[in-house]
Nanobody
């Protein structure tokens, strides 16, 4: 079993910053990629950012480009999401995801990922 645990969510005013962390535990595996998604109330889950583990290549949704930064941790299968200049529309539950399979796929779709965390709430007040 593989578990992903997110942390770092909370309440912040517009213009503020938060840093989300995602750590894995359980069965040892090598991530091909890790990603972050979010889901606002009444909306579908949407892609936020992803990183390919070996190359460090990063991908972002247009809505967060220039404000959010995804990075790899020093610990294997750990990833961070630095969120700056937060807006009320960034509010939602943020989920971490990991892909173990090494076949190259588009990383902006939920189906690309094998494991998911339970999510952490981010609320941005205006």
């Amino acid at each position: 079993q593989v578990q992903l645990v997110e942390s770092g969510g909370g309440l912040v005013q517009a213009g503020g910053s938060l840093r989300l962390s995602c750590a894995t535990s359980g069965r040892t595996f090598s991530s091909y990629a890790m990603g972050w998604f979010r889901q606002a109330p009444g909306k579908e889950r949407e892609f936020v950012a992803a990183i390919r583990w070996s190359s460090g290549s990063t991908y972002y949704a247009d809505s967060v480009k220039g404000r959010f930064t995804i990075s790899r941790g020093n610990t294997k299968n750990t990833t961070y999401l630095q969120m700056d200049s937060l807006k009320p529309e960034d509010t939602g539950v943020y989920y971490c995801a990991a892909r173990e399979r090494s076949i190259i796929v588009v990383l902006s779709i939920a189906q690309a990922y094998d494991y998911w965390g339970q999510g952490t709430q981010v609320t941005v007040s205006s």
